[in-house]
């Protein structure tokens, strides 16, 4: 366990926040919606005048407005029926992010608009997305209780229209448990009227550190690639419903392709016209379907993981 760099990260992140928030004009900056400009008057179904976070979660940028404050809380726990290392991992991390300018986001964590990050660590290889990972993190496993990787990253949106949402990520994962990693990410966000987005986009990953998949095979580094599928609807102002889907491959020299199945339910409760409070949960089959392998006609479903948390967010 290296608690030095969790220590670093997090005054890094929280040192940040009161530096980027010294901008011209006392007022907070207001985001405008995706495709919108600032001088429009009228405000999408679900946003009151001058909020800053849209209540509608298929509303939602894949960058937070300038000056807002994402924080995290996460429990998850995931059954593998692999030949891996434990058969049930619980984890708890906490995460948290900064939007410098409307297009422009850096944190530490999974939490972001659209996938959480590509599959990486000793989880590739059944697909599942990252758990215990954040700025503070605990994995139990076997009784054994250790602090979780620290992923850093930072988003760019350089593309927004009434239809389309594109950026660039790039993240490093810090291994206080695991692999030291790279990765990096276009995420991609298609947005259909006020209560219809879909989240899709390109990410890889690239791993300092021993293949995890029972191969037998004693690799060093190895690589992975997730094209994910999440189509999201807001069935209510404060209720949207996601569904997660795609394909994951990797390790690469494995041949290592599994498409998840999950569901996601995010209910969000506006706490003033600065700050968002949403609530999660989510259930995910990360190795639904195999194709290629013995079992590519049928599907997996003894590896599932579950997740609840919360995010607030806060105008600065």
Do not use: C
Not at 147 to 155: C, L, N, T
Request: hydrophobic share 45%; charged share 20%; net charge negative.
């Amino acid at each position: 366990m290296r608690l030095g760099a969790g220590a670093i990260a997090s005054l890094v992140l929280l040192a940040a926040a009161p530096a980027w928030a010294q901008v011209d004009g006392d007022e907070p900056v207001v985001a405008p919606e995706s495709g919108t400009t600032s001088e429009d008057s009228e405000p999408a179904s679900g946003q009151a005048v001058g909020q800053r976070i849209a209540q509608p979660y298929a509303q939602r940028t894949i960058t937070m407005p300038a000056r807002t404050l994402r924080l995290s809380a996460f429990f998850s726990g995931h059954r593998r029926d692999l030949a891996l290392d434990h058969d049930f991992v619980f984890a708890f991390q906490i995460g948290g992010a900064y939007g410098i300018t409307d297009d422009l986001e850096i944190g530490i964590g999974t939490e972001k608009i659209g996938p959480s990050a590509i599959f990486a660590g000793r989880s590739a290889a059944s697909g599942w997305r990252p758990t215990g990972e954040g700025l503070l993190s605990f994995v139990v496993a076997d009784g054994d209780l250790d602090f979780g990787d620290i992923p850093i990253y930072g988003r760019y949106r350089f593309l927004s229209t009434d239809l389309v949402e594109l950026g660039a990520e790039i993240a490093v994962l810090i291994p206080t448990l695991t692999d030291f990693a790279l990765r990096f990410g276009v995420p991609v966000r298609l947005h259909a009227g006020e209560i219809f987005a879909l989240d899709t986009g390109l990410y890889f990953s690239m791993v300092f550190g021993p293949d995890p998949a029972p191969s037998g095979l004693d690799d060093e580094f190895w690589g992975g690639m997730w094209i994910p599928i999440r189509p999201v609807i807001n069935v209510a102002d404060w209720l949207g419903l996601a569904l997660t889907t795609g394909l994951h491959i990797g390790p690469f020299d494995n041949d290592h392709i599994s498409i998840p199945l999950g569901l996601e339910a995010v209910a969000s409760f506006p706490m003033g016209t600065a700050s968002m409070l949403d609530l999660v949960a989510g259930f995910e089959w990360p190795a639904f379907l195999r194709p290629g392998t013995d079992n590519n006609d049928k599907a997996e479903v003894s590896t599932y993981v579950l997740s609840a948390g919360a995010r607030l967010y806060f105008g600065l």
